[in-house]
C-alpha cells in the first residue's frame, strides 16, 4: 500500500507552476513521465527522491503523505531511509525492521534500539512508539 499522495504532488507542482518534465530535471530523475506515473498513483517516489521531490516542492516530506497518522512507513519515508537503510542505521536485520513496520513483530524492538530508531528518524522515542503502535494495532 501506497503512503505517497498522488495528488498532493500535482498540486504542489502546479501551485509552483512547474511542468512534469521540469519537475523531473529539478529532481534529478529521468523524464516527466516518472512524475506522471508518481501523480497518477501508478508508481512512488523512493524515500530519497521523496526527500528531494519535497524540497523542489517546497513542502516537508510529511505534506506528501497519505492521512495524518504517522507510522513507522511514514517516518522512515520523511526521513529519506529505505528499509535496509534505517535497519543499518540502527544495527538490526532488514527483515526484523520490516517486521516492526508491518505489525507482523513478537516483542517489540528494546528500549535501546527504539533510542537508536528515533534517532535514525529524528524523531521523538514517543513518535517511534506511537509508530509501533499503529503497526500492531491498526486503526
Known amino acids: 500500500m501506497s503512503c505517497v499522495d498522488p495528488p498532493a504532488i500535482r498540486a504542489a507542482r502546479e501551485r509552483l507552476?512547474?511542468?512534469?518534465?521540469?519537475?523531473?530535471?529539478?529532481?534529478g530523475v529521468a523524464g516527466g513521465e516518472?512524475?506522471?506515473?508518481?501523480?497518477?498513483?501508478?508508481?512512488?517516489?523512493?524515500?530519497?527522491?521523496?526527500?528531494?521531490?519535497?524540497?523542489?516542492?517546497?513542502?516537508?516530506p510529511a505534506d506528501l503523505l497519505v492521512g495524518a497518522r504517522r507510522d513507522l512507513r511514514k517516518l522512515r519515508y520523511c526521513a529519506g531511509l529505505s528499509s535496509p537503510e534505517l535497519a543499518a542505521a540502527v544495527h538490526v536485520s532488514t527483515r526484523?525492521?520490516?517486521?516492526?513496520e508491518s505489525g507482523a513483530w513478537v516483542r517489540p524492538p528494546s528500549a535501546e534500539i527504539l533510542r537508536a530508531l528515533?534517532?535514525?528518524?529524528?524523531?521523538?522515542?514517543?513518535?517511534?512508539?506511537?509508530a509501533l503502535d499503529l503497526a500492531e494495532h491498526p486503526k
Open 96 to 100: 526484523s525492521y520490516v517486521r516492526w
Open 34 to 60: 516518472r512524475i506522471s506515473r508518481w501523480e497518477l498513483g501508478l508508481d512512488e517516489p523512493r524515500p530519497d527522491l521523496l526527500v528531494r521531490l519535497a524540497t523542489v516542492l517546497e513542502l516537508p
Open 17 to 27: 507552476g512547474l511542468t512534469q518534465h521540469r519537475l523531473a530535471r529539478l529532481v
Open 118 to 130: 528515533a534517532r535514525a528518524l529524528n524523531v521523538p522515542v514517543g513518535a517511534v512508539c506511537d
